[in-house]
């Protein structure tokens, strides 16, 4: 099946930093990538859809300017999270969409942990 | 998003024993249903997909999809320890995905 992987498992950073993550589709193109975050006991929360090569859209209420989205390719993207703070502590998942199936690959999730 | 409804659980079921789950979504312009199984600290894995109405069997899970009631559940036969697990139902009608908050089932060895 599809492979998506993501950089870095986990990350612990200190407050006011900036965390880049990457989530790359190994042996497929995905034309749209998707990153959801997820706090602890809650479900997945869609926080922007990207399209290779445009500007993602992002979900209500979740900053653009925070979390920024690159989709470079057709195989990687990246979600910067800005000036990070302890609420912004959570599990971040991105997935992958290719260009035939309906179906969503996602990645292992990083950890984001920050002090 | 969409609201996607689950029963939060525990649930509990013995080794061996069947596990029912259920599902109901508001949006009837919904086409596409999923089950995903998360394990503590991982991603959420794809167990099933249902498009159209009835049921859909892989192994020992079952998919039921109910688009007049807005209901989709999913069954697990022969319980394992191992499908230990938060389960979280899905729901699309475009390309993305919105997701219940998941039901967590504990099977009793």
């Known amino acids: 099946g599809a492979v998506v992987s993501q950089h870095p498992s986990w990350v612990i950073c200190k407050s006011g930093t900036s965390v880049k993550i990457e989530c790359r589709s190994l042996d497929f193109q995905a034309t749209t990538m998707f990153w959801y975050r997820q706090f602890p006991k809650q479900s997945l929360m869609l926080m922007a859809t990207s399209n290779e090569g445009s500007k993602a859209t992002y979900e209500q209420g979740v900053e653009k300017d925070k979390f920024l989205i690159n989709h470079a390719s057709l195989t990687l993207s990246t979600l910067t999270v800005t000036s990070a703070h302890p609420e912004d502590s959570s599990f971040y998942i991105c997935?992958?969409?290719?260009?035939?199936?309906?179906?969503?690959?996602f990645g292992p999730g990083t950890r984001l942990t920050v002090l | 998003q969409k609201e996607v409804e689950q029963n939060s659980g525990p649930l509990s079921v013995p080794e061996g024993a069947i596990a029912s789950l259920n599902c109901t979504y508001s949006?009837?312009?919904?086409?596409?249903f999923f089950w995903y199984r998360q394990y503590s600290g991982k991603s959420p894995e794809l167990i099933m997909f249902i498009y159209s109405n009835g049921d859909k069997e892989d192994g020992r899970f079952t998919a039921q999809l109910n688009k007049a009631s807005q209901y989709v559940s999913l069954l697990i036969r022969d319980s394992q320890p191992s499908d230990s697990a938060t389960y979280l139902c899905?729901?699309?009608?475009?390309?993305?995905?919105?997701f219940g908050a998941g039901t967590t089932v504990t099977v009793r060895a």
């Open positions: 997935s992958a969409r290719g260009r035939v199936s309906n179906e969503q690959f």
């Open positions: 899905a729901v699309s009608g475009d390309y993305k995905l919105s």
């Open positions: 949006d009837r312009g919904s086409q596409s």
